[in-house]
């Protein structure tokens, strides 16, 4: 069943309101009603200028990052959980890779380090978020 293609510059507020569900790229592009991924991240690349894998990395850290620092306490199981990780190993390994700390001194870090820690993903992505 062919689904109706959204339109590319609202992929960025579709991946918001579909974070949950969305663990990779193809995941995206179907939400999005792309029958191939790759001219789903070909019209993305054109629009945003960036990958479509770096904003959806960029995105679940964020919001991973927003749910260990919130007033509510979530487990690290929940929080992976809520962002398509099987568990807290995983959340780990992602924070770690991407970031290059665990998740427990994600909780605890300034928002200078933060901002420090999100340097690699570069300028281009956080205009466009």
């Known amino acids: 069943?062919?689904?109706?293609?959204?339109?590319?510059?609202?992929?960025?507020?579709?991946?918001?309101?579909?974070?949950?569900?969305?663990?990779?790229?193809?995941?995206?592009?179907?939400?999005?009603?792309?029958?191939?991924?790759?001219?789903?991240?070909?019209?993305?690349?054109?629009?945003?200028?960036?990958?479509?894998?770096?904003?959806?990395?960029?995105?679940?850290?964020?919001?991973?990052?927003?749910q260990l620092r919130s007033d509510r306490r979530y487990s690290n199981l929940e929080i992976a959980l809520a962002h398509s990780l099987p568990d807290e190993k995983a959340l780990n390994n992602f924070t770690n890779y991407h970031l290059g700390v665990p998740p427990r001194r994600l909780k605890s870090m300034s928002e200078a380090e933060l901002k420090r820690s999100f340097q690699k993903f570069g300028n281009k992505i956080q205009e466009q978020i």
Do not use: C
């Open 1 to 66: 069943m062919k689904h109706h293609q959204t339109e590319i510059h609202q992929a960025i507020d579709v991946l918001q309101a579909n974070l949950s569900h969305v663990a990779r790229v193809v995941e995206w592009s179907n939400i999005m009603g792309f029958d191939h991924p790759q001219k789903f991240a070909y019209k993305f690349l054109r629009h945003y200028q960036v990958r479509p894998l770096k904003v959806l990395d960029y995105m679940r850290l964020k919001s991973i990052i927003h």
